[in-house]
């Protein structure tokens, strides 16, 4: 069974960064398509980003690439995302998941989740 565990979240000040850990035990991820969702306070879980097997990446239409950015490591079967110049209404909890059956953006298109680490952007 597929577990995920993110970290790496907190209380940071506008304009600042954050990396978010996505620890994978189970079976390795490298060939499925893992990616980074958010729910922020009284709003629906949206799309932040993902990367399929071979790199290829997709950014959410609030995440363009630069300030938010998926990585992976391999060997260490974990999920990275970067997060710059952050504001106010990125705060949410971000969620790593992993597609096993194709490529998409979709919440109901993951099949594994991890609990989430809460990220707080205020002054």
């Known amino acids: 069974q597929l577990r995920l565990v993110e970290s790496g979240g907190g209380l940071v000040q506008p304009g600042g960064s954050l990396r978010l850990s996505c620890a994978a035990s189970?079976?390795?991820?490298?060939?499925?398509?893992m990616g980074w969702f958010r729910q922020g306070p009284g709003k629906e879980r949206s799309f932040v980003a993902r990367?399929?097997?071979?790199?290829?990446?997709?950014y959410g239409p609030d995440s363009p690439k630069g300030r938010f950015i998926i990585s992976r490591d391999i060997d260490k079967n974990t999920f990275y995302l970067q997060m710059n110049s952050l504001k106010p209404e990125d705060t949410a909890v971000y969620y790593c998941?992993?597609?096993?059956?194709?490529w998409g953006a979709g919440v109901s298109e993951y099949d594994f989740w991890g609990q989430g680490t809460q990220v707080t952007v205020s002054a």
């Open positions: 998941a992993a597609n096993i059956k194709g």
């Open positions: 189970g079976r390795t991820v490298s060939d499925l398509t």
């Open positions: 990367m399929n097997w071979s790199g290829g990446t997709i």
